[in-house]
């Protein structure tokens, strides 16, 4: 694995996607779309909403939003393609690539789409920053992943529903986590009092990215 190989597949990724700009613009209407439908739901018919509920949505608007994100992640590639990354790129170069780039994604979708619900749904945060780290490492556990499910996938057929079948069970847990950490941002709580459950999240990206590397390789030989 070489950085080179890293940053190369990263550009690429990014000039694919400003070339089909339809698939950004569709993510952030889909974003804006389902929050302004919790909007509706809430707000526009003079509901007050709790925090935890507002969390609660918040975190699933989130979790769908990164599936339509990453999903596509290895399905969009032709056979062509990844017969030119077999060719020229180490497994362990591609995804990598693929996390970062999608980690990058879901921070860029996160940072929206907590602007555009606080906007029209208020703010009940006590701890800001903290619900900020919450995000971070939420984006790196969805990008991570969600790119590892996306790359098992694609090697059979219909992808899409494996999926859907293969990642909701690793997210689950993931999720749990991050709606405790957010859920101590929203009651104000100090950074200092949730580090075991941030150390937690931390290891566990860790650990999915480290284990990605591992066992992709074996994957991309198929």
């Not at 939420?138 to 899409?160: H, K, M």
Request: contains cysteine; hydrophobic residues 55%.
């Amino acid at each position: 694995m070489a950085l080179t190989e890293i940053f190369v597949l990263i550009r690429k990724e990014m000039q694919l996607e400003w070339r089909n700009k339809y698939a950004i613009h569709g993510l952030v209407l889909y974003l804006a779309a389902t929050i302004f439908i919790c909007y509706l739901s809430f707000k526009a018919k003079q509901q007050s909403i709790h925090p935890i509920m507002w969390n609660t949505l918040f975190w699933i608007i989130l979790l769908f939003s990164a599936v339509n994100a990453v999903g596509k992640s290895f399905t969009q590639e032709s056979a062509n393609r990844n017969i030119f990354y077999y060719t020229f790129a180490k497994p362990e170069s591609v995804i990598f690539s693929k996390i970062i780039y999608n980690t990058l994604v879901m921070l860029g979708v996160s940072l929206i789409g907590i602007f555009f619900y606080s906007w029209v749904m208020g703010n009940p945060v006590g701890n800001m920053p903290l619900y900020l780290l919450s995000l971070l490492l939420g984006a790196i556990g969805f990008a991570s992943t969600l790119s590892l499910v996306a790359g098992i996938a694609a090697q059979g057929e219909n992808s899409a529903t494996l999926m859907a079948v293969m990642s909701f069970p690793l997210i689950i847990p993931l999720l749990l986590l991050l709606l405790k950490l957010s859920k101590s941002a929203l009651d104000g709580i100090s950074l200092s009092e949730n580090w075991d459950e941030i150390a937690i999240l931390g290891a566990l990206d860790i650990i999915v990215i480290v284990f990605s590397g591992i066992l992709f390789p074996y994957i991309w030989k198929q």
